[in-house]
């Protein structure tokens, strides 16, 4: 199983960038994608996740409105919609794979069955 991370690079204040996460081995229907981000010198951090059943999302509190997480099952692709971007949005971001059907039982990165790499994302100002 590969999850592939990709899309990411150098963005202005106030720019936009989508990223995609490729399953590879896997059924992507079959499993919630999380997206998480790890600045430098700081903890990995939950950005959105989107379910496999039903398309529902979930966003961390202050991220909601300005980034939109969705999926393509027929390309085994889940996306991430960033906008509005500001340099404390500079971070690696990360894609992962879980069999849960409950978005609350999937809010941290160990929780997750599958682990891709990451793809930078620097906003400048």
């Known amino acids: 199983v590969q999850l592939q991370a990709s899309g990411g690079g150098l963005v202005q204040l106030d720019g936009s960038l989508t990223l995609s996460c490729v399953a590879f081995g896997l059924t992507s229907d079959e499993y919630a994608i999380g997206w998480f981000r790890q600045a430098p010198g700081k903890e990995r951090q939950r950005v959105s996740c989107?379910?496999?059943?039903?398309?529902?999302?979930n966003y961390v509190d202050f991220l909601e409105g300005q980034f939109t997480i969705s999926r393509d099952d027929d390309k085994n692709t889940v996306y991430l919609k960033m906008n509005s971007l500001k340099p404390e949005d500079t971070a690696v971001y990360y894609c992962?794979?879980?069999?849960?059907?409950?978005?609350?039982?999937?809010?941290?990165?160990?929780?997750?069955?599958?682990r891709g790499q990451g793809t930078q994302v620097t906003v400048s100002s």
């Open positions: 992962a794979a879980s069999r849960s059907l409950i978005l609350s039982t999937i809010r941290t990165w160990d929780a997750y069955d599958h």
């Open positions: 989107i379910s496999s059943s039903n398309g529902n999302t």
